[in-house]
T-cell receptor
Framework: DSGVTQTPKHLITATGQRVTLRCSPR?????VYWYQQSLDQGLQFLIQ???????AKGNILERFSAQQFPDLHSELNLSSLELGDSALYFC?????????????FGPGTRLTVL | GQSLEQPSEVTAVEGAIVQINCTYQ??????LSWYQQHDGGAPTFLSY????GLEETGRFSSFLSRSDSYGYLLLQELQMKDSASYFC????????????FGAGTRLFVKA
């Protein structure tokens, strides 16, 4: 158990809909990262927040947005969903902004878009 | 652009040693990490190299050569439970710090 929690574990929705994925980092970790992993693919970095502020952006679609709240939990919002958005979405946390230390991954949210 | 290359698949026998290579082309390189992921599970951190050389943690070792843009993960005394996917990932610092993962190497350990 990494100490990072993600909800929900599974999500099934239809094209065009909007969903919110939630992540709580390990106690004391200030950085939160979001990754997308499609079937048999590597992890695609989406976005990083540090202490409430956006720190780095990857190939995140404009239909996707995220935020980190004062209590350090983070939410990833996916809108106008398409079939291709079906994937595992992981959240990770680390202590330092630069992220050169360990990233601890949550169990993931499996999103299925029908 | 940023790119990483690692073999897609490696097979080895229990008790053997296996090396998984990773070459990268990036700008703003800070370090190379390795993660393990079992089927259906989350990635778990194995090692991080920021400087050239070998880092050893139990049965696992990781090596980095910044001048060659190359690293490897060495797994010794292979066990069946080591069957998993192994990802190399580079930490880059241009335009904000990002972690870019390779496509992963699937390791099959046979009895």
């Amino acid at each position: 158990d990494s100490g990072v929690t993600q909800t929900p574990k599974h999500l099934i929705t239809a094209t065009g809909q909007r969903v919110t994925l939630r992540c709580s980092p390990r106690s004391g970790d200030l950085s939160v990262y979001w990754y997308q992993q499609s079937l048999d693919q590597g992890l695609q970095f989406l976005i990083q927040y540090y202490n409430g502020e956006e720190r780095a952006k990857g190939n995140i679609l404009e239909r996707f947005s995220a935020q980190q709240f004062p209590d350090l939990h983070s939410e990833l919002n996916l809108s106008s969903l398409e079939l291709g958005d079906s994937a595992l979405y992981f959240c990770a946390s680390s202590e330092r902004r630069e992220g050169s230390d360990t990233q601890y991954f949550g169990p993931g949210t499996r999103l299925t878009v029908l | 652009g940023q790119s990483l290359e690692q073999p897609s698949e490696v097979t080895a026998v229990e008790g053997a040693i296996v090396q998984i290579n990773c070459t990268y082309q990036t700008s703003g390189f800070y370090g190379l990490s390795w993660y393990q992921q079992h089927d259906g599970g989350a990635p778990t951190f194995l090692s991080y190299n920021a400087l050239d050389g070998l880092e050893e943690t139990g049965r696992f070792s990781s090596f980095l050569s910044r001048s060659d843009s190359y690293g490897y993960l060495l797994l010794q005394e292979l066990q069946m439970k080591d069957s998993a996917s192994y990802f190399c990932a580079v930490r880059v610092g241009t335009g904000g710090f990002k972690t870019i993962f390779g496509a992963g190497t699937r390791l099959f350990v046979k009895a």
